[in-house]
């Protein structure tokens, strides 16, 4: 059973940085492609960024190019969402999630695998 487990959300002003960390197990991290999704209160979850199996693809919503990073460690099953420059705006619930499928995609029905999630909160 594929398990995902996300860490690293926390509280913090605006301007200032976190990096999400999403470690799985019971599969291959290298057979996914990895996305970063969030959801924040009263509003539709939305696709924040996606990275490919070997990490030579990514995709990042245009309100966060810029300011957050996806990277992968396939030897450590870990996915990671680095934050900088954190707005109000992005404070929501992320979770991470892989997908089986061939290629890389923005769509949430798209995964198979998805973690509980992470509350980010960035205070004005």
């Known amino acids: 059973q594929v398990q995902l487990v996300e860490s690293g959300g926390g509280l913090v002003q605006a301007g200032g940085s976190l990096r999400l960390s999403c470690v799985v197990s019971?599969?291959?991290?290298?057979?996914?492609?990895m996305g970063w999704f969030r959801q924040a209160p009263g509003k539709e979850r939305e696709p924040v960024a996606s990275?490919?199996?070997?990490?030579?693809?990514?995709y990042y919503a245009d309100s966060v190019k810029g300011r957050f990073t996806i990277s992968r460690d396939n030897a450590k099953n870990t996915v990671s969402l680095q934050m900088n420059n954190l707005k109000p705006e992005d404070t929501a619930i992320y979770s991470c999630?892989?997908?089986?499928?061939?290629?890389?995609?923005?769509?949430?029905?798209?995964?198979?695998?998805w973690g509980q999630g992470t509350q980010v909160t960035v205070s004005s």
């Open positions: 019971g599969g291959t991290l290298s057979s996914y492609v």
């Open positions: 999630a892989a997908d089986l499928g061939p290629g890389l995609t923005a769509r949430a029905d798209a995964y198979d695998y």
């Open positions: 990275i490919s199996w070997n990490g030579g693809r990514t």
